[in-house]
């Protein structure tokens, strides 16, 4: 790291050097920047408003159609009549315009431009979704906005933005067995609080520690800390040897400014787990286990943007192999894409998940944002590999929703309670 | 009189509009009934044009989705003032026209108080006095004094802020 390689004598961070390379000027904290966007991602739950922004409010096309893409992920199959007509709209669109479209199946935004080189170090990726601060596990700059921005951005190419300020994370030692980026990340949101990084970059230095999908995990929750964006510092081979080729000038530089700077040991890391309704609200899970020992568990899901990768379905497959869901326990588990699902399918995973007594849905959003695929009756508990666990998140307001690792989600599943993966020893065994 | 709704901390995109009552999932006509629908169910039926409403911290916090700031400027919300915002939906309330004031009134107003608020001065009044809220970003006044940032760029073709 400490690359003297930016543009100016002054130091910057992640995010300012990023700014800076795709805007016209050299930018700090605070500036007002307009860049150029690299790719503008597009969800099924706001195409309707984005081709209305585009259309009528703007009387445009895409800028740049090699730049846009549009995912029908969040309500994948349509579940109403309503829905299937906006995602009719959304691939009439595409057709028209030439802007990309993956559809029903081929998975989770996020997921799906990660899988596609849509996201790359260096890069601005902007998306109609909140959880866009994802493709910081790459070194790009992801930044959700709502459809008006997201129109500007394909109309134009560019956006504007305010340059953030960074909180510099820096993780120190080793995770112990059992404890996963999940762990990290709930960690670091409870550190930071909900509203902690509020406008701000979180700049995540890791060394060569974690995986792409493990830095997709962390830098996916940063938004649940406020965050603009979330950035994983490059290190050791793990970028280049999915072929990513990484600019000297994207590491930050030594002795930039930050507004913030915590540690984390990782190796004195417990499992976590947040309670409903808040990410924030974070527990170990151990503490939990014993908070709600008389506290049945009606649903555990596995996926999502957060957790859907082919390591989390075999972290949860390692949990549940030649054992069975708990009575009166449901386990959802839907891979994050059908790049995931078929290597899942190829490697015997899902046949291990399905013979434990697995629910398996559509590479998609699932339940998540409570639309379809497994909502919540009022009253029941589940514990999802989810991002938020807001009131009402997953269904019914009187569902409570507790967030965790994909190991704990299936040792829950199991255990028909809040569990850890080492409870399971004994329990659900399949003769 | 416009009249204060008053929230505590942290409401979130979901408790404005659940995400099952999304336009294209409730109706594009009807979605707007269903804000704060679980936290204050008698909002959507008894708000009127020009209400206020005062949050506590990190309002708006969660999801992207702008038909959450829609459901609000549907139902003519006259503004939201609260200490904090998310940034996302402040953007997206700005984007819309929606004022926003980072203020903190928790203290100093009560749920139903009348008020009237000047959206362009910043001056809300309310009984026993008046209260001066910031305005908002200087780069996004630019704006604003062309209706929103729709109209600014379709007028101008270009950012505020960005060389012509």
């Given at each position: 790291?400490?690359?003297?390689?930016?543009?100016?004598?002054?130091?910057?961070t992640m995010a300012e050097k990023i700014l800076s390379r795709r805007g016209t000027q050299v930018v700090y904290a605070g500036d007002l920047a307009v860049v150029e966007v690299d790719q503008v991602m597009v969800v099924d739950s706001?195409?309707?408003?984005?081709?209305?922004?585009?259309?009528?409010?703007?009387?445009?096309?895409?800028?740049?159609?090699?730049?846009?893409?549009?995912?029908?992920?969040?309500?994948?199959?349509?579940?109403?009549?309503?829905?299937?007509?906006?995602?009719?709209?959304?691939?009439?669109?595409?057709?028209?315009?030439?802007?990309?479209?993956?559809?029903?199946?081929?998975?989770?935004?996020?997921?799906?431009?990660?899988?596609?080189?849509?996201?790359?170090?260096?890069?601005?990726?902007?998306?109609?979704?909140?959880?866009?601060?994802?493709?910081?596990?790459?070194?790009?700059?992801?930044?959700?906005?709502?459809?008006?921005?997201?129109?500007?951005?394909?109309?134009?190419?560019?956006?504007?933005?305010?340059?953030?300020?960074?909180?510099?994370?820096?993780?120190?030692?080793?995770?112990?067995?059992?404890?996963?980026?999940?762990?990290?990340?709930?960690?670091?949101?409870?550190?930071?609080?909900?509203?902690?990084?509020?406008?701000?970059?979180?700049?995540?230095?890791?060394?060569?520690?974690?995986?792409?999908?493990?830095?997709?995990?962390?830098?996916?929750?940063?938004?649940?800390?406020?965050?603009?964006?979330?950035?994983?510092?490059?290190?050791?081979?793990?970028?280049?040897?999915?072929?990513?080729?990484?600019?000297?000038?994207?590491?930050?530089?030594?002795?930039?400014?930050?507004?913030?700077?915590?540690?984390?040991?990782?190796?004195?890391?417990?499992?976590?787990?947040?309670?409903?309704?808040?990410?924030?609200?974070?527990?170990?899970?151990?503490?939990?286990?014993?908070?709600?020992?008389?506290?049945?568990?009606?649903?555990?899901?596995?996926?999502?943007?957060?957790?859907?990768?082919?390591?989390?379905?075999?972290?949860?497959?390692?949990?549940?192999?030649?054992?069975?869901?708990?009575?009166?326990?449901?386990?959802?588990?839907?891979?994050?894409?059908?790049?995931?699902?078929?290597?899942?399918?190829?490697?015997?995973?899902?046949?291990?998940?399905?013979?434990?007594?697995?629910?398996?849905?559509?590479?998609?959003?699932?339940?998540?944002?409570?639309?379809?695929?497994?909502?919540?009756?009022?009253?029941?508990?589940?514990?999802?590999?989810?991002?938020?666990?807001?009131?009402?998140?997953?269904?019914?307001?009187?569902?409570?929703?507790?967030?965790?690792?994909?190991?704990?989600?299936?040792?829950?599943?199991?255990?028909?309670?809040?569990?850890?993966?080492?409870?399971?020893?004994?329990?659900?065994?399949?003769? | 009189?416009?009249?204060?709704?008053?929230?505590?901390?942290?409401?979130?995109?979901?408790?404005?509009?659940?995400?099952?009552?999304?336009?294209?999932?409730?109706?594009?006509?009807?979605?707007?009934?269903?804000?704060?629908?679980?936290?204050?169910?008698?909002?959507?039926?008894?708000?009127?044009?020009?209400?206020?409403?005062?949050?506590?911290?990190?309002?708006?916090?969660?999801?992207?989705?702008?038909?959450?700031?829609?459901?609000?400027?549907?139902?003519?919300?006259?503004?939201?003032?609260?200490?904090?915002?998310?940034?996302?939906?402040?953007?997206?309330?700005?984007?819309?026209?929606?004022?926003?004031?980072?203020?903190?009134?928790?203290?100093?107003?009560?749920?139903?108080?009348?008020?009237?608020?000047?959206?362009?001065?910043?001056?809300?009044?309310?009984?026993?006095?008046?209260?001066?809220?910031?305005?908002?970003?200087?780069?996004?006044?630019?704006?604003?004094?062309?209706?929103?940032?729709?109209?600014?760029?379709?007028?101008?073709?270009?950012?505020?802020?960005?060389?012509?």
């Amino acid at each position: 790291m400490g690359r003297m390689t930016n543009l100016s004598s002054r130091p910057q961070t992640m995010a300012e050097k990023i700014l800076s390379r795709r805007g016209t000027q050299v930018v700090y904290a605070g500036d007002l920047a307009v860049v150029e966007v690299d790719q503008v991602m597009v969800v099924d739950s706001i195409a309707q408003s984005f081709i209305q922004r585009m259309q009528q409010d703007l009387n445009a096309t895409p800028r740049y159609p090699e730049r846009v893409s549009i995912v029908i992920d969040h309500v994948a199959p349509a579940s109403t009549v309503s829905v299937a007509q906006a995602q009719k709209e959304a691939r009439e669109y595409a057709a028209q315009t030439g802007v990309r479209l993956f559809d029903v199946g081929r998975g989770i935004c996020h997921q799906v431009l990660m899988e596609e080189g849509l996201a790359r170090p260096g890069w601005i990726v902007l998306g109609s979704d909140s959880h866009s601060t994802t493709y910081g596990a790459v070194a790009a700059f992801g930044s959700g906005m709502g459809a008006t921005d997201i129109a500007l951005a394909a109309a134009s190419g560019k956006t504007w933005l305010k340059v953030p300020e960074s909180v510099k994370v820096t993780f120190t030692g080793d995770l112990r067995p059992g404890v996963t980026a999940k762990d990290v990340a709930l960690e670091m949101i409870r550190r930071l609080g909900a509203d902690g990084a509020t406008y701000q970059s979180i700049e995540m230095h890791a060394g060569d520690r974690f995986t792409r999908g493990e830095r997709m995990t962390l830098a996916n929750l940063c938004v649940e800390a406020g965050a603009k964006a979330g950035l994983v510092v490059p290190g050791g081979e793990i970028l280049t040897a999915y072929g990513y080729d990484i600019p000297e000038w994207v590491y930050p530089d030594q002795g930039a400014a930050y507004v913030q700077s915590i540690e984390i040991d990782l190796s004195a890391l417990n499992p976590r787990m947040s309670a409903p309704s808040e990410v924030d609200n974070v527990f170990d899970v151990a503490e939990l286990r014993e908070q709600l020992r008389d506290q049945p568990v009606d649903q555990v899901f596995i996926g999502t943007c957060t957790n859907g990768r082919i390591e989390d379905l075999h972290a949860a497959a390692d949990v549940l192999r030649g054992r069975r869901v708990a009575p009166g326990t449901r386990l959802l588990v839907i891979p994050a894409s059908s790049q995931v699902m078929e290597e899942a399918m190829a490697d015997g995973t899902l046949l291990t998940l399905q013979r434990a007594g697995a629910v398996l849905g559509t590479p998609g959003c699932g339940p998540c944002m409570g639309r379809h695929q497994g909502v919540l009756a009022p009253g029941e508990v589940c514990v999802s590999t989810s991002n938020r666990n807001f009131i009402g998140r997953m269904g019914d307001k009187d569902a409570r929703i507790y967030l965790a690792s994909p190991a704990v989600a299936a040792a829950t599943a199991v255990m028909g309670r809040v569990a850890l993966p080492e409870d399971v020893m004994t329990h659900g065994e399949v003769a | 009189m416009p009249r204060i709704w008053k929230f505590g901390d942290s409401v979130n995109t979901d408790d404005i509009l659940p995400g099952k009552f999304a336009p294209f999932m409730a109706g594009e006509d009807v979605f707007q009934t269903f804000a704060f629908h679980y936290i204050r169910p008698e909002f959507a039926a008894q708000v009127q044009p020009g209400d206020v409403l005062i949050g506590g911290r990190n309002w708006g916090l969660g999801s992207s989705r702008e038909y959450a700031p829609q459901a609000l400027k549907k139902l003519r919300v006259g503004g939201i003032v609260a200490p904090t915002f998310a940034r996302i939906h402040y953007r997206n309330l700005l984007n819309l026209g929606i004022p926003a004031f980072e203020y903190d009134l928790t203290g100093v107003l009560q749920d139903g108080d009348e008020v009237s608020l000047d959206v362009q001065t910043g001056v809300l009044t309310y009984a026993e006095g008046t209260v001066q809220l910031p305005p908002p970003p200087e780069f996004l006044r630019e704006a604003l004094a062309e209706g929103s940032i729709l109209a600014f760029f379709k007028k101008h073709g270009r950012f505020p802020g960005e060389p012509a």
